[in-house]
């Protein structure tokens, strides 16, 4: 009997490790990675296994420091930084679509914190919107899809990739318009 019972919970603990080893594995792909020497250090970490807690899963979130200065971003800063990052991004979107002879059907229109860009067939239509609740702007992209930007440091980071939202745009809008020169980096909180 002791040894059905002994036989079981290795079999149990064989089962929970093989199913860590997927799940590490999956989350790995994803860009989370486990860590059983840091415990204390990390925020947002969840704990998974049988008789262990010292694996902890952590987003790669850029470093302490950005994170704190995102974390102390009060909601009145906040709240500037995004009414000037869209409302340069509406003008100059604005400005892009007016002097465009290759966009039939393109439209650009702002009202209470969504900034819908229609760029026409084939191309889509971007938005661009604040999440108060969250302190971030959200991006959907017919090109790269949906993208979350936090404020850290003076720009909107995608803290997935490290990529900025205006160098995001960077690279697709000038895919689509052609016939300018386009430069999002020297908007406002674009560099």
Known sequence: MQTHRIISHLRFCSNVWRSAAASSAANCARGITYNPAARENWTQSTYFSHHRRDYQCRRFHGNQKEDDAEIHLDTA???RVCSETLDALCDYFEELT????DLKGSDVSYGDGVL????GQPHGTYVINRQTPNKQIWLSSPTSGPKRFDFV???WIYKHSG???HSLLQLEIPNIIKSQSIDFIQLPYGS
């Open 116 to 119: 819908t860009v229609n760029l």
């Open 163 to 165: 990529e900025t939202l």
């Open 153 to 155: 440091g003076s720009k």
């Open 77 to 79: 800063t906040y709240e």
């Open 98 to 101: 007016e002097n465009a002879n």
